[in-house]
């Protein structure tokens, strides 16, 4: 017979009130050490005595801190509702409870067969279930349909620039090719062969520019839907192949310093904008030598980069306007012969990809100009030292 | 048997039984029982050359605690915990995160990995996309699975397995 006399009463009035409203129920003794010394009942008889009871009852693991620091004076350690799988065999849910059984360290388990769920209970976790889900299928259609919208405006935005553009900024080639045919007929009409031809010459050159005009408003208009994905790309490399397909007149010098270090990022994109102002310095310098310098600086989460040169500079009231579409500011008297559209590639290209641009620049001090870049980009590797190269 | 505790958490409906039925049975019903209390499974992970077998206790919970089950008699000597998250609901990614930091903070030092679920319901190659910025700065690893196909299921418990070892847990 195992004696239970120094358990305290209250305790046992609860297990034993738990035992009487349930219809299965085991009891069994442990040691201080876990150890099956006695047991009794249905729920009990897969414990072996003389064996661990989490040999059998698996969800003791863990818990002989917190039973060696049981009083028992105090309430059991209760785990309610929880069933074995693999293990005891006792049943579907059982509530487990763990009596401190005196100052000796032994311990009371009583097994307790759980109260069954309702069928209200369950039906309402599962109705629970179905309006989470239900609410989150709302809320990830609202985010879509947001983001749709937010596309459309971008779309609408676009359209309207492209509408003005076009009804605006190409009406000039389009006049240019009616008046050029109306000079070759009259040529032709009056008999001055090397007249027409020369009026067939530059309406081919202006017909040429047109097409170049919509290619380029056609790249324009696709740019910032462009699905780049960042990857490592080697800085100071992709500079270099710039530079070396980079057209530019004799005289003119580029420095490449600071630090290119390897990084990842949309790599299409920043040779687009490195390119199109490397481009853009050239092509409105109004002098026939000159020079321009690319630096680079690696920060936490950004590659600063500036492009400087020594061109006429760009007068303050026009540091926005330069990155409208076919936008051509004069240089010297020089003919340009771009489509006005680099700067506004590199606004478009940089918004795009969350990058930041400065124009640093006023004629009214000095000569030059300096595109200051701020590329979001994740360092891959360690920053090379400063250098500086002259091409 | 060297048993250790490793809780099963996260939002009602992730698919945490899922997982460990997975794991254990390698079956998968598409019929929902909600979990009431705790289902404890074991899982038996063989020696490797570098460690131990350890057996899993695992605690499959019922989605319904939320960060109450920190306070719960379940969370007892649990030696790690592994928070389950759904991809097709990302409010539940948020849940996860605030259960993982509760965890570390009811249990330091304990092993904590997250558990990016149903990844069946989206475009593998495109899944960061799908949970945006919700785990970035991530406590603990995140590991996507899927209990209908059981892609990465082993894994996660076996790498818990390991740390557990690992750490002396």
Known sequence: ?391 | MMGRKVMVIGEIGVGKSSLVRRLVDDRFSNEYQPTLGADVYTYRVPETEHAPAVTLILWDTDGNFGETIFTHVYMRGAAAALVVGDISRPATLTAMRALGRGFASACPGRYLAYIVNKMDLVDAARWPDAVGGMLDGAEASVTATSALTGDNVRCVFHDAAAAIVRRGL
């Open chain 1, 1 to 391: 017979m195992i004696d239970i006399e120094p358990a305290r009463l209250p305790p046992l009035v609860d297990a034993a009130m738990m035992l009487a409203r349930r219809g299965a129920y085991g009891l069994a003794w442990l040691d201080a050490d876990l150890v099956v010394t006695g047991r009794f009942g249905a729920l009990a008889d897969a414990l072996e005595v003389g064996e661990p009871a989490a040999a059998r009852l698996p969800a003791l693991i863990g818990l002989e801190t917190a039973l060696a620091g049981l009083g028992c004076e105090h309430a059991p350690l209760s785990m309610p509702a929880i069933a074995m799988h693999g293990g005891a065999g006792l049943g579907p849910k059982v509530d487990v409870s763990l009596y401190r059984h005196g100052p000796g360290g032994a311990y009371l388990l009583v097994i307790a067969r759980a109260l069954d769920p309702s069928e209200t209970t369950v039906s309402l976790m599962r109705e629970m279930r179905l309006r989470l889900i239900a609410e989150a299928d709302l809320a990830s259609k609202s985010a879509a349909l947001a983001t749709a919208n937010a596309e459309l405006a971008l779309l609408n935005r676009d359209l309207e620039e492209f509408a003005a553009i076009v009804t605006h900024d190409l009406k000039a080639p389009m006049r240019a090719l009616r008046w050029l045919t109306d000079d070759v007929e009259t040529a032709l009409a009056e008999a001055r062969p090397a007249d027409a031809r020369a009026a067939l010459g530059e309406l081919r050159q202006q017909s040429a520019r047109l097409s170049m005009m919509l290619v380029d408003l056609f790249e324009y208009a696709s740019l910032g839907r462009c699905a780049d994905t960042r990857r490592t790309i080697d800085t100071g490399r992709l500079v270099a192949d710039i530079l070396a397909s980079l057209p530019r007149p004799e005289g003119f010098t580029i420095t490449v310093t600071g630090a290119w270090p390897v990084i990842e990022t949309f790599k299409a994109p920043l040779d687009l904008v490195l390119r199109n102002l490397l481009a853009n310095a050239i092509e409105h310098h109004d002098r026939p030598a000159g020079h321009i310098e690319i630096s680079a600086r690696a920060g936490p989460a950004h590659l600063h980069m500036a492009v400087s040169d020594d061109g006429p500079g760009i007068p303050r009231s026009h540091h926005e306007a330069v990155f409208q579409p076919y936008t051509r500011l004069a240089s010297g008297g020089q003919a340009s012969t771009g489509t006005g559209m680099g700067l506004a590639f590199v606004k478009r290209t940089v918004d795009a990809v969350g990058a930041s641009m400065v124009v640093v620049s006023d004629p009214s001090v000095r000569r030059g100009t300096t595109f200051e870049l701020a590329w979001p980009a994740e360092m891959a590797g360690s920053t090379p030292e400063q250098a500086s190269a002259t091409t």
